[in-house]
């Protein structure tokens, strides 16, 4: 972790305010700024912090949009923090259980928090570093319905006593949760790497599953490759991807967990016009992991029409099963996240998955698919795959050779192929995406 005075040279009001004058970062202009204002007299340790903020805030905008131009940030925090959007989800979840007030546990730069105080909830964000505390103050300051605390998990929830026991129930019954909600984002990395070992998060998942034991309306960030087996029994796991990419799993439990709910695959699509906007489209099930549909796999014959590619989210929510029966369509392996269907889906239908037409089906066999490239003067090439121990990039380069200078106006010609284990074949197939 950085140490506390990193952030302390843009902290003066002279540093602020220098700070929010300048324009957005840009590589090669970054040189003859500094030059420009060190010869102004700033300090060198002044003008490092400028420099590095408007870096970081120019990394920023992908997640926090105009926010990012007024927040004070750190290179890890910016790592694990949310998506304005994905917080914003987070936000009306607690909204609609009717909880007035969230508990932030490790609210790291804020993103979260920001997010709940925007929707009306009143916030305590709770930091164990004392840099990404001082940042999260400052993100935070504009909204009086939030205050940042810098503490331990552990250590600010055993201060409190957030349970009451009516009288009229007698010694004897169990006390009931009557604080806030909590929110978590437990600290999967350290200075050198991502850390893979729940219990090695701070705080450990045994605290949160201690924590989820007292009916506390809760809900836990984590990262999407979380394992099945480690996920507790008594609460909704959803996976939530943004424009493809898979960016967390949240645990919800107690007030917070829907009815029915045990798995839910969340997919947001961002607005080429706002980027902060985004529609969602969610799948759901009832059944715990392993369980739910089985359908039989339509074997390689079933390579045929259109083939899908399930979003992340889908796949790592164990939910393809699902959405092949909701297109109707037919899994080729059930070990292998491709489906088939006949048909392209409507438009109306939720992106739950990446359509494209199949055009030829062929063994996987590199010579013959080099032929058939040369065959058909292809000159450029993707190459998808699942089931298939091959690398694309070292592939591509066998299949296409050495990039030659096309004849003078012959045209630039583009194929992608689909590497797939059915069963015991290895097939490729040659598709184009459907829009």
Known sequence: MPSPTSLAPVLSPEAWELLNSLPEYDDAASSSLNLRLRKDGWPPEVVAAVLTQLRLRRAARGKFGEFAERMLLTDHGLQQSTRLPVAARHARRFVSAAVEHVVDLGCGLGGDALAMASAGLQVTAVEADETTAAAATINLRAFPEASVVHSR???????????????????DMPPRWTGPGLWLDPARRDERSRIWDPEAFSPPLSFVTELAATGAPMGVKLGPGMPHELIPADCEAEWVSIDGELVEVVLWFNA??????????????????????????????????????????????????????????????????????????????????????????????????????????????????KRWLQDQEVTSLEIKKRGVDVVPETLRRQLLGSPKKPRAGSPKKHATLVLTRVGDERLAAVVEPLR
């Open 256 to 369: 917070l967990a829907r009815p029915g709910v045990r798995r839910a695959a969340t997919v947001l699509t961002s607005s080429r016009e706002d980027p902060l906007r985004v529609t969602a489209a969610e799948l759901t099930s009832s059944d715990d992991f392993g369980q739910g549909l089985h359908p039989d796999p339509a074997g390689s014959a079933g390579l045929r029409g259109v083939l899908h590619e399930p979003d992340p989210a889908v796949i790592r929510a164990g939910l393809v099963a699902e959405l092949c029966a909701q297109l109707e369509g037919r899994m080729l392996d059930e070990h292998i996240a491709y489906l088939c269907t006949d048909d392209a889906p409507s438009p109306a239908h939720p992106p739950f998955s990446r359509a494209y037409r199949v055009l030829e089906v062929m063994d996987f066999n590199p010579k013959r698919l």
């Open 153 to 171: 998990a552990e250590e600010y929830t055993a201060g409190l006593d957030w349970f009451a026991r009516p009288p009229a129930e007698g010694p």
